[in-house]
């Protein structure tokens, strides 16, 4: 095993053994073969911290979180070398990874209620309006939003099933107006099969495994549409921020419906959103009102509701009609 290659195959079948995804490992592979094409044909046992700081190098101008991840990869694969007896200590010992920032300094992008209505308002085929209300009432993942099919939504007991990083599959319950968007679609036509995909493709796939810019780009493509500046993860974001808003201090909840593993995480949320409430306060400032009148008409804050508590709102229903009305005897068509 002290030949880089045999020891990279070997590392690689005992991430599989731990269980990794696929994804990951080929990320892992990747790496890693680039790591074996830099040190050349020396065997593991003559791997220097020099060699692993050069190779890290080509990263120095990457992100903080691009270079930690290829840290890590590096310290993993050099730790089972040392576990397994083939070198005595890793290169990687005095190697840190670059410090991770301070969840309060993370810049958590979200998007206005107005925003999100400008969104919904944009959407013209039923594969947008379906991932926009899943991004924004329940904001998952990209990927686990691409892999959901029919069969793992319950409209009965109004739950969805998402397969999240990991291989872990998370079943949450649906909000009420998401329910009734849902109905719509299945009253429509739109799903034939339990395999059918829950936001349906709008070409046939390339391969088995769909592909999460599906998400990516419907969300682009309306975005730009309604000339919004948005992405998949800023919707999960407004979702976590309305949350907050609907249900103040419920942390624990709003971790597990992102599916986070640590709280750090979803404390983000909650100190911006605490954030810009204490700034508000800033509205009421002045310089002498006969010098400066009041400004009544400043821009919300951007978290308040969406939609109305009690059931959809009418733009929105008046969207999903349209969508019925539209594009239902079309696919009914096709499908003969």
Request: one cysteine or more; hydrophobic letters at 35%; proline letters at 6%.
């Amino acid at each position: 095993m002290n030949d880089i290659d045999y020891a990279i195959d070997a590392y690689l079948g005992e991430l599989a053994r731990r269980g990794r995804t696929q994804a990951t490992r080929t990320k892992y592979q990747d790496v890693l073969w680039q790591l074996s094409v830099h040190v050349g044909e020396r065997d593991c046992d003559e791997i220097t911290p020099a060699d692993c700081r050069t190779f890290l190098d080509r990263w120095v101008n990457a992100s903080a979180s691009t270079l930690a991840l290829y840290v890590s990869i590096l310290r993993g694969f050099f730790t089972f070398l040392v576990d397994e007896t083939v070198i005595d200590e890793s290169p990687m010992r005095n190697i840190r990874r670059p410090p991770r920032k301070r969840p309060e300094d993370l810049d958590v992008v979200t998007v206005s209620t107005a925003d999100v209505e400008r969104l919904f308002a944009a959407c013209q085929e039923w594969d947008e309006i379906l991932c926009l209300s899943l991004l924004a009432y329940l904001g998952p993942r990209r990927g686990a939003t691409a892999r959901l099919r029919r069969r793992d939504v319950d409209l009965e007991q109004a739950t969805i099933r998402f397969r999240e990083k990991g291989g872990k599959v998370v079943v949450k319950p649906i909000p009420d107006e998401l329910v009734e968007i849902l109905q719509a679609a299945e009253q429509d036509g739109l799903w034939v099969g339990p395999d059918d995909y829950v936001i349906p493709n709008r070409r046939p796939p390339r391969s088995r495994e769909r592909s999460s810019k599906v998400i990516y780009r419907i969300v682009k493509d309306v975005a730009e549409r309604a000339r919004v500046r948005a992405h998949v993860h800023s919707l999960r974001g407004a979702f976590a921020v309305r949350y907050l808003e609907a249900n103040p201090g419920d942390l624990d909840a709003l971790q597990k419906l992102l599916g986070h593993a640590r709280a750090e995480t979803t404390q983000v949320y909650l100190r911006r959103q605490d954030r810009f409430v204490a700034m508000e306060r800033v509205r009421g400032l002045s310089w002498g009102r006969s010098v400066f009148p009041s400004q009544s008409g400043m821009p919300p804050a951007g978290f308040e509701p969406a939609f109305g508590d009690s059931s959809v709102p009418e733009p929105l229903r008046r969207k999903l009609e349209e969508l019925k009305s539209r594009s239902g005897q079309g696919q009914r068509e096709r499908r003969r």
